[in-house]
T-cell receptor, first 109, second 114 residues
Framework: RKEVEQDPGPFNVPEGATVAFNCTYS??????FFWYRQDCRKEPKLLMS???SGNEDGRFTAQLNRASQYISLLIRDSKLSDSATYLC??????????FGKGTKLSVIP | NAGVTQTPKFQVLKTGQSMTLQCAQD?????MYWYRQDPGMGLRLIYY???????DKGEVPNGYNVSRLNKREFSLRLESAAPSQTSVYFC?????????????FGPGTRLTVL
């Protein structure tokens, strides 16, 4: 079983739609969780951390379920500029982060 | 404040040639990393350096060596390039942003080995 698994997509959604991405992780000792965004041919950048209580940043909501080892990202009112690949990232040790392969989102006019 | 910089941005090598990818960060971060990214494979850790003077293997270290020259610089060397090393290479450093550990990535080096 891969350490961090994501649906690769692509997700093609119209502007204004709500889209949800899911991620599962295998290491129960994982301590920190993140969503990164990667635009085409660019470097990954931190979108948001994921906390046990769930957290929101504008149109973006992240949820963590430690019992199920499951992380989600919800994007409301999708914009064209949200088109990117979204990477689920998990940290178990002090220094190493494990990246999922990413889910590609295309927001269509 | 340039963040993480990488050179070169693009490189084409022939099989068997050697080269060094350079990385520097000006954020005073202790930890630095080298990843490769291939289509359908995601980001895979090659080597990392938890602090100046230390380096450790990641998931895919074979065919690579690294040097943590000082706190700012972390280089990746391919001694004898192979076509399987064609990839996009990202350097990253680990710092704290809004109380969260955050990896800051360089812009990447696109390497083709013929």
């Amino acid at each position: 079983r891969k350490e961090v698994e994501q649906d690769p997509g692509p997700f093609n959604v119209p502007e204004g739609a709500t889209v949800a991405f899911n991620c599962t992780y295998s290491n129960s000792a994982s301590q920190s969780f993140f969503w990164y965004r990667q635009d085409c041919r660019k470097e990954p950048k931190l979108l948001m951390s994921v906390y046990s209580s769930g957290n929101e940043d504008g149109r973006f909501t992240a949820q963590l379920n430690r019992a199920s080892q499951y992380i989600s990202l919800l994007i409301r009112d999708s914009k064209l500029s949200d088109s990117a690949t979204y990477l689920c990232v998990v940290r178990a040790g002090s220094y190493q982060l494990t990246f999922g392969k990413g889910t590609k989102l295309s927001v269509i006019p | 404040n340039a963040g993480v910089t990488q050179t070169p941005k693009f490189q084409v090598l022939k099989t068997g040639q050697s080269m060094t990818l350079q990385c520097a960060q000006d954020m005073n971060h202790n930890s630095m990393y080298w990843y490769r990214q291939d289509p359908g494979m995601g980001l895979r850790l090659i080597y990392y350096s938890a602090s100046e003077g230390t380096t450790d293997k990641g998931e895919v270290p074979n065919g690579y060596n690294v040097s943590r020259l000082n706190k700012r610089e972390f280089s990746l060397r391919l001694e004898s390039a192979a076509p399987s090393q064609t990839s996009v290479y990202f350097c990253a450093s680990l710092g704290v942003r809004l109380s969260t550990d955050t990896q800051y990535f360089g812009p990447g080096t696109r390497l083709t080995v013929l």
